[in-house]
T-cell receptor, first 114, second 113 residues
Framework: DSGVTQTPKHLITATGQRVTLRCSPR?????VYWYQQSLDQGLQFLIQ???????AKGNILERFSAQQFPDLHSELNLSSLELGDSALYFC?????????????FGPGTRLTVL | AQSVTQLGSHVSVSEGALVLLRCNYS??????LFWYVQYPNQGLQLLLK??????LVKGINGFEAEFKKSETSFHLTKPSAHMSDAAEYFC???????????FGQGTTLQVKP
């Protein structure tokens, strides 16, 4: 158990819908990262928050957004869902945002868009 | 731009045999490199990381990796494979200033009895 929790574990929804994925980092960690894992794209970095502020952005679609709240939990919002958004979404946390910090991964949320 | 290439999407070894998973990186600055393991239906777990302290890095479960700057490689090895090592392995490079990870495509390790 990494100490990072993600809810829900599974999510099945229809095209055009909007969903919210939630992540609670390890106690004391200030950075939260979101990654998408799919068969065709592999593991892709989406976005990072550090102590409530956006720190880095990857190949995140405009339909996707995220935020980190004062209690440091984070939410990833996916809207106007398409079939291609079906993937495993991981949240990871680290104590800081240095390139040497270990990132601890949650178990993931599996999103299926029908 | 930094990138990682894992050679071989599938590697099959016999139980007790040497495990060698290959990773080459591309980076214009000194890289920080990681190996993660993903068991079925689970998240990623750190095996080991290179942060320039020592070129030979020892990790969990008997794995180790050697950073070779001249070859731009960071291959993962284990002297004797165990059935429980069957999983997907990811090499990653950490980018500067933020810590975000750039992952390779992954290598699935199969261990045959």
């Amino acid at each position: 158990d990494s100490g990072v929790t993600q809810t829900p574990k599974h999510l099945i929804t229809a095209t055009g819908q909007r969903v919210t994925l939630r992540c609670s980092p390890r106690s004391g960690d200030l950075s939260v990262y979101w990654y998408q894992q799919s068969l065709d794209q592999g593991l892709q970095f989406l976005i990072q928050y550090y102590n409530g502020e956006e720190r880095a952005k990857g190949n995140i679609l405009e339909r996707f957004s995220a935020q980190q709240f004062p209690d440091l939990h984070s939410e990833l919002n996916l809207s106007s869902l398409e079939l291609g958004d079906s993937a495993l979404y991981f949240c990871a946390s680290s104590v800081d945002s240095r390139e040497t910090d270990t990132q601890y991964f949650g178990p993931g949320t599996r999103l299926t868009v029908l | 731009a930094q990138s990682v290439t894992q050679l071989g999407s599938h590697v099959s070894v016999s139980e007790g045999a040497l495990v060698l998973l290959r990773c080459n990186y591309s980076s214009s600055v000194p890289p920080y490199l990681f190996w993660y393991v993903q068991y079925p239906n689970q998240g990623l777990q750190l095996l080991l990381k290179y942060t320039s302290a020592a070129t030979l890095v020892k990790g969990i479960n008997g794995f180790e990796a050697e950073f070779k700057k001249s070859e731009t490689s960071f291959h993962l090895t284990k002297p004797s494979a165990h059935m429980s090592d069957a999983a997907e392995y990811f090499c990653a490079v950490s980018t500067s200033n933020t810590g975000k990870l750039i992952f390779g495509q992954g290598t699935t390790l199969q261990v045959k009895p």
